[in-house]
Nanobody
Framework: QVQLVESGGGLVQAGGSLRLSCAAS?????MGWFRQAPGKEREFVAS????????YANDSVKGRFTISSDNAKNTVYLQMNSLKPEDTAVYYC???????????????WGQGTQVTVSS
């Protein structure tokens, strides 16, 4: 199983930016970011395929969030711009060998990092 270590969360005002990082101990097919707000289900944010770099994003974050990678460092990033209070959640990095972007498509998860956006 791949070990994932996230960093970069914090408190930011609406309209601000944050960058999350996820360092992986090994290489899988797919890397993703999910988030979970209190009382809500974990939801897909964005994903990236190591081979080819193809990316996918939830409509709610398109144009504001960008997923990218540093293949040499086995690290994936989530650049979050124009943050909104509704982006407040615990953000999780995930790794998997499936083509899908659902929670069940990812077998390894990071510990989560809190992102809080104040209005």
């Amino acid at each position: 199983q791949v070990q994932l270590v996230e960093s970069g969360g914090g408190l930011v005002q609406a309209g601000g930016s944050l960058r999350l990082s996820c360092a992986a101990s090994g290489r899988t097919y797919n890397m993703g970011w999910f988030r979970q707000a209190p009382g809500k289900e974990r939801e897909f944010v964005a994903s990236l395929r190591w081979s080819g770099g193809r990316t996918y994003a939830n409509d709610s974050v398109k144009g504001r969030f960008t997923i990218s990678s540093d293949n040499a460092k086995n690290t994936v990033y989530l650049q979050m711009n124009s943050l909104k209070p509704e982006d407040t959640a615990v953000y999780y990095c995930a790794a998997g060998f499936s083509l899908g972007v659902g929670v069940r498509d990812f077998g390894s998860w990071g510990q989560g990092t809190q992102v809080t956006v104040s209005s």
